[in-house]
């Protein structure tokens, strides 16, 4: 069924484009509304019109409830994220031959690991704490290692 729409209408159609913040759009979205002619024609004209304010009028609107910054949210950075938390788990160690480099120990971890590292962190025999070694750095009993990829 056609709307029929008056001239003052039409002339409140072009307001909330032109307005400028979200608080004259909502005044102008109002003005449209209130031009609107009320018939049988023009439901659903005035339901669609009712939702687009409401959506304008929430945007403009802060939220209720905000429970704060998330603690535990690590902002992203390069290729990938992995969080580890905790001391390493020295109940479980990996079991590797005498002779064993880093990339042997991180193929037991994964078998992508090896080619995907790019430097491990060794707690041990290296001559500082947390040294940062290459893949070829043979291991000894009791070192323990943090794979960088």
């Given at each position: ?55 304008v009028w929430k945007a ?28 390493p788990d020295l109940h ?58």
């Amino acid at each position: 069924m056609p709307a029929n729409l008056t001239p003052e209408y039409e002339k409140a159609e072009l307001r909330p484009r032109q307005a400028g913040t979200d608080l004259e759009r909502v005044a102008a979205l109002q003005e449209k509304l209130a031009a609107i002619p009320k018939r049988k024609g023009t439901g659903k004209l005035q339901a669609d019109l009712k939702r687009h304010l409401s959506h304008v009028w929430k945007a403009d609107q802060p939220s209720g409830y905000t429970k704060g910054p998330d603690p535990f949210h690590i902002p992203k950075s390069g290729a990938g994220q992995v969080v580890i938390i905790g001391p390493p788990d020295l109940h479980k160690p990996f079991v590797i031959p005498l002779g064993a480099t880093v990339a042997d120990l991180a193929l037991q971890v994964h078998c992508d690991l090896p080619e995907r590292m790019k430097f491990a962190r060794l707690w041990g025999h290296s001559r500082f704490e947390g040294q940062q070694v290459h893949k070829t750095e043979i291991l000894r009993d009791r070192d323990v290692v943090e794979i960088h990829e």
